[in-house]
């Protein structure tokens, strides 16, 4: 017939699998059937990865790295997350090429950026916060959109610290405190919107005024204070030098001083001792003391005397020649003296 020729009217169970007999079909559709479930119950999980297990959409359980075991066709599906990766925001700017020669973006984020300090004024702030996935399951879970909660929480914790600050404590002294203070303020939000997240930094990267002439003055005031810190810095230093030094030499010459009087001081009480023996021995004999000091006297004098006169009171003509042994000859006479005096 014609419509056989076209291959209609024909019958369905005429196919290539009509020959077959059911239980080869059957065995096919099993081992089929076991493939797909096979290939469907393993996974694999990176060393910086955890695997959330979810059976009809509710969570389970997590999975460490390695080799792991589910339900197979959809009854149990895995989402993973880099749990030991540090991520990074930025905000005020955007990176465009990281490298050696960094290429940033050339936008401007304004509404990131610009920001009322304490004192009424306005700075240009950019930042970066480094953080983490701490808890898998309240990061896919606990909020709809982690990113954005990030985000919305790092400028609002930000404009919030740089309000509480001058615009020189923001541009200069204080960036590191207020970093700190944005980090721990910026947790406990994170924490509140459950979103498993922490703050592992917060770096101040750029913190300048918003036009350039006030740039260029606020650059002015900076390097004034650095000079500043320099010459204080100098100041110490010199400080530090000079007075353990003279304190050094003030105590030197006190400890000499001590010295020097405690000298004199035993010195004296050693005449005063001396003085007294000697006092003593002239009340034993008079005469004799007075004729042994007298003798001891001129033994210390008579040696400095480099020309002696002797006199005669019987001869008052001319005083007596007497050999000078330095010249070798005799000294020439003197004057005559008036009897009874020495010169």
């Known amino acids: 017939m014609q419509g056989d020729q076209n291959g209609f009217g024909r019958d369905p169970a005429d196919g290539p699998l009509s020959n077959l007999p059911k239980s080869a079909v059957l065995i096919g559709g099993g081992v089929l059937l076991a493939v797909v479930m096979l290939f469907t119950m393993f996974y694999t999980v990176e060393t910086d990865e955890v695997a959330v297990i979810q059976r009809f959409g509710a969570y389970v359980r997590r999975e460490e790295p390695g080799l792991r075991l589910k339900l197979p066709a959809g009854l149990e599906t895995v989402r993973k997350v880099k749990v030991r990766r540090i991520f990074k ?81 923001v541009l200069t002294e204080r960036r590191a405190e207020i970093a700190h203070q944005v980090q721990g303020k910026m947790q406990k939000l994170l924490d509140l919107y459950e979103t498993g997240l922490r703050v592992e930094t917060v770096q101040m990267q750029n913190v300048t005024p918003p036009s350039d002439e006030v740039k260029r003055a606020f650059n002015e005031v900076n390097e004034a204070q650095q000079e500043q810190s320099r010459k204080t810095n100098e100041a110490v230093q010199a400080y530090n030098q000079e007075v353990p030094r003279e304190r050094g030499e ?40 007075r004729q042994r000091l007298y003798l001891e006297t001129m033994r210390e004098i008579l040696p400095a005397v480099k020309q002696v006169y002797v006199f005669d009171e019987e001869r008052a003509a001319a005083p007596l020649p007497f050999l000078d042994l330095q010249r070798g000859e005799l000294a020439p006479a003197a004057p005559v003296a008036p009897a009874g005096k020495e010169k």
């Open 89 to 169: 925001a930025e905000f005020g700017f955007r990176t465009e090429e990281p490298g050696v020669r960094t290429r940033f973006s050339q936008r401007n984020f304004h509404e990131e950026s610009l920001m009322l300090t304490g004192d009424l004024n306005v700075a240009e702030v950019a930042w970066i916060v480094q953080f983490s996935i701490i808890d898998p399951a309240k990061h896919l879970f606990g909020n709809r959109n982690p990113s954005t909660a990030l985000n919305d929480v790092a400028q609002i914790v930000m404009r919030s610290v740089v309000g509480d600050h001058t615009v020189t404590e």
């Open 250 to 289: 003030a105590d030197r010459t006190i400890t000499k001083a001590e010295g020097y009087a405690i000298n004199r001081t035993n010195t004296a009480k050693g005449d005063v001792a001396r003085f007294n023996a000697l006092l003593t021995e002239y009340h034993k004999a008079p005469e004799v003391t």
